[in-house]
T-cell receptor
Framework: AQSVAQPEDQVNVAEGNPLTVKCTYS??????LFWYVQYPNRGLQFLLK??????LVKGSYGFEAEFNKSQTSFHLKKPSALVSDSALYFC???????????????FGTGTKLQVIP | EAGVAQSPRYKIIEKRQSVAFWCNPI?????LYWYQQILGQGPKLLIQ????????DSQLPKDRFSAERLKGVDSTLKIQPAKLEDSAVYLC???????FGPGTRLTVT
């Protein structure tokens, strides 16, 4: 069964500093990987995805994520954090079967990012 | 481009009552998902449609939950009868990248 782990419930970072939100996954077949952000009382917003190609994926709002196959990780990064980045971040994975077809998307439990002014 | 629409935004019902949620996906998106998000947890997939066919409903509690997408466009999710533990936000998403609607917050008392 596929799974996603977000080992940190909360990440605190000072405004202007680089941020990293960690995600590791377990899946059979090739992974499709996603990051979503959820602001208070709002739905999830798609940030970025990795399907194939360059291991460094760039997404919305200046975020990027690095796919590392050997470490089965897909950490979310941003060079300079903004107070407005404070939100709940979810990593998600979908396994793609070599025989065709895909598994359902599995979400992590989320990491709360707090950017301190 | 209009986003995913959901209604109602909020619903309060008593246990054992029934409730229905509606979702209109982004135009042209063949794939539609319903998720349940309990407070403090990540979204859990309830059901996935490809056009009007069910792709995955392995985590849908079929004794009380049902969903349909008759014309391959909008969809309804129904709970009958509701239990206290069904209190959650019900999210609809469409497309391969899963663009989410604002969700319906259900409170069962």
């Amino acid at each position: 069964a596929q799974s996603v782990a977000q080992p940190e419930d909360q990440v605190n970072v000072a405004e202007g500093n680089p941020l990293t939100v960690k995600c590791t996954y377990s899946v059979s077949g090739n992974p499709y990987l996603f990051w979503y952000v959820q602001y208070p009382n709002r739905g999830l917003q798609f940030l970025l995805k990795y399907i194939t190609g360059d291991n460094l994926v760039k997404g919305s709002y200046g975020f990027e994520a690095e796919f590392n196959k050997s470490q089965t990780s897909f950490h979310l990064k941003k060079p300079s954090a903004l107070v407005s980045d404070s939100a709940l971040y979810f990593c998600a994975v979908r396994g793609f079967k070599n025989s065709g077809g895909y598994q359902k998307v599995t979400f992590g439990t989320g990491t709360k990012l707090q950017v301190i002014p | 481009e209009a986003g995913v629409a959901q209604s109602p935004r909020y619903k309060i019902i008593e246990k054992r009552q029934s409730v229905a949620f509606w979702c209109n996906p982004i135009s042209g998106h063949a794939t539609l998902y319903w998720y349940q998000q309990i407070l403090g947890q990540g979204p859990k997939l309830l059901i996935q449609f490809q056009n009007n066919g069910v792709v995955d409903d392995s985590q849908l509690p079929k004794d009380r939950f049902s969903a349909e997408r008759l014309k391959g466009v909008d969809s309804t999710l129904k709970i009958q009868p509701a239990k206290l533990e069904d209190s959650a936000v019900y999210l609809c998403a469409s497309g391969g990248e899963q663009y989410f609607g604002p969700g319906t917050r259900l409170t069962v008392t």
